[in-house]
């Protein structure tokens, strides 16, 4: 019997080979595992990659405003810079308009880090992608966002 989610008609679970869900898990564990490979070399874990990113992106940041900008947890982030920081690649310091504020900031090194991450990140997308056409890429963007965004419903 399928339910109905605002409207829609939803079948019901399927387990298996045939589950979305299942195939998701599956290729979200080999992308980690192959970003993992990727950016070994280079000092960085999957997960801190995002981090260097969006300090790279953004520049300096307060752990507030990494955790909102990566819709993640703030204790998410705050361990994943004190490792980071342990590495040498970020840097932190007070606020000067705000004392009750640390700000986060690439380092040299994490600076360095970063262009080599952007060589693995490329890799990673290549492969990702080698066996989609230029508008199964697209589509394929287009059903992943519909597929997160029916996660809040």
Known sequence: MADEIKGRSVPEAESGDDSVSLAL??????????????????????????VIDELWRAGDRTLGQLAA????????????????????????????????????????????????WQHAWRELERR?????RRGEQAELIRLLRLVNDGLDD
């Open 25 to 50: 898990v599956r290729t979200a564990k080999r992308h980690r595992s192959v970003a993992a490979t990727l950016y070994a070399p280079h000092g960085i874990h999957p997960g801190q990659d995002m």
């Open 69 to 116: 900008a990566l819709q993640i947890e703030a204790p998410t982030v705050s361990r994943t810079v004190e490792r980071l920081e342990r590495s040498g690649l970020v840097e932190k310091r007070r606020s000067t308009t705000d004392g009750r504020s640390t700000l986060v900031s690439l380092s040299v090194a994490g600076r360095e880090a970063h262009l080599q």
């Open 128 to 132: 990702t992608t080698a066996r989609l």
